[in-house]
């Protein structure tokens, strides 16, 4: 298998650089290290960008041409931006070959690397990178913690965690809101509910995002109270909930049974325009199913134009009980309501298998 060295990767952008003409997008002419800063910076922000696209990799790779053919050194910012770039694109061999060529006394190189093995799913590797990094005598920094503890969340290394959260603090990065809000995530995924909580109450600032994970939390260690809970403070917090939050807070009235809530939420989404989010429908019609409130939860299945997987499951699921299919006997019981009765009757047994 061909290996690539440092002599293969200069002549192949020399290459690149010689068949760049003056309709290209990048400038081919000898730029300050200054220019080229500022002209990867623009890159990296596309790169940022979902599917960032040939013609964003075709660009830095012009760029690092140029770096090459000017033989301008680019082992510090440079050179940093130029890993970054590669990473977000996705080009992690050429990523490991300018790794290489950089100064590792510096956290910048290192967190480019975690970030790229956590981004592949190669977790274990992203972690093993961290350790090299402190083997290396490179101090980490706020950047670096982030994806080591994504990666700990992915491979259910709590222990390990733990045990990086105590550096976190002796660095004094906890109340930082991306390490803090990394570590509130893995510990809220992982059933460490009363530590999530710990440090979520700690964070000086908490936005949706944050909320909508420590709620998320609660809810899946089974405690549909303290999501109730926390969606008050969260509101008087002035803290904007959006569709994530609803169907969180709705899931939660379900298993708590707590169906005035549930349609307070209604009237409250139906206001605010979120009522048609499939995620937040789909939760609602959930929560008239477990509450038996099966006209509800019908009218607001026909509501829809176009019903997906998810909601036909969700409607197809539900089953009235004893109690729901007595409460109709009563509106047969006069004359003059026969055929209302009927007709009730008759909705009742279409929720069962609607057509």
Known sequence: MYQRNLFSFHRRFSQIASSINTNTSIEFFP???EDLISKLALVLQSCSTPNPGPQVVQQGQQLHAQIIVNGINHVGL???????MYILCGKY?????IFHQLDLFYASPWNWMIRGFTMMGCFDHAILVYFKMLGHETCPDKYTFPYVIKACGRLGAIRLAKSIHQTIQIMGFETDVYVGSSLIKLYAENGCINDARD?????????DVLWNVILNGYLKHGDPKHVLLLFNQMRSSNVRPGSVTYACVLSACASD????????????????????DPQVLNTLIGVYTKCQRLFDARELFDSIQEAGSVTWNVIIGMKPDTVTLASFLPCITESTAITHGKWKWHKMFSLILPV
């Open 31 to 33: 730029n300050t290290k």
């Open 78 to 84: 440079l050179g940093s931006r130029l890993l970054g």
């Open 93 to 97: 061999n050429d990523a490991k070959t």
């Open 199 to 207: 440090l979520f109450d700690k964070l000086p600032q908490r936005d």
């Open 257 to 276: 049974a707590n169906i005035k809530l549930g349609t307070q939420l209604h009237g409250l989404l139906t206001k605010c325009g979120l009522v048609s």
